[in-house]
């Protein structure tokens, strides 16, 4: 099992990145996903989350109309497209897979992507 972030780098403000987080050994559509957000000396944030089965999405207040969260079944792949980017989106991505599956849970995280905003 394996989640491998990418698409991290530096941008200036009120541009754009697209993140990718791309599973293998599992598939996205059966688990609830989620990209995370975390800056040192600060607690990880949860930026968004795209639900298993239908993929319903919910955002946190300070994303909300700048970044959608979606997901490639035929790649087994979530993204994270982040426009209008600001200096306080700068932190360590990291993608994460959860689910209860036969009353076990299963939760994965990938390895993280930095995401730097700045002129």
């Known amino acids: 099992v394996q989640l491998v972030e990418s698409g991290g780098g530096l941008v200036q403000p009120g541009g754009s990145l697209r993140l990718s987080c791309a599973a293998s050994?599992?598939?996205?559509?059966?688990?609830?996903m989620r990209w995370y957000r975390q800056v040192p000396g600060k607690e990880r944030e949860l930026v968004a989350v795209?639900?298993?089965?239908?993929?319903?999405?919910h955002y946190a207040d300070s994303v909300k109309g700048r970044f959608t969260i979606s997901r490639d079944s035929t790649k087994n792949t979530v993204y994270l497209q982040m426009n209008s980017l600001k200096p306080q989106d700068t932190a360590v991505y990291y993608c994460?897979?959860?689910?209860?599956?036969?009353?076990?849970?299963?939760?994965?995280w990938g390895q993280g992507t930095q995401v730097t905003v700045s002129s």
């Open positions: 795209i639900f298993s089965g239908g993929g319903g999405t």
């Open positions: 994460n897979a959860r689910a209860t599956l036969m009353n076990r849970e299963y939760d994965y």
């Open positions: 050994g599992f598939t996205v559509s059966n688990y609830a």
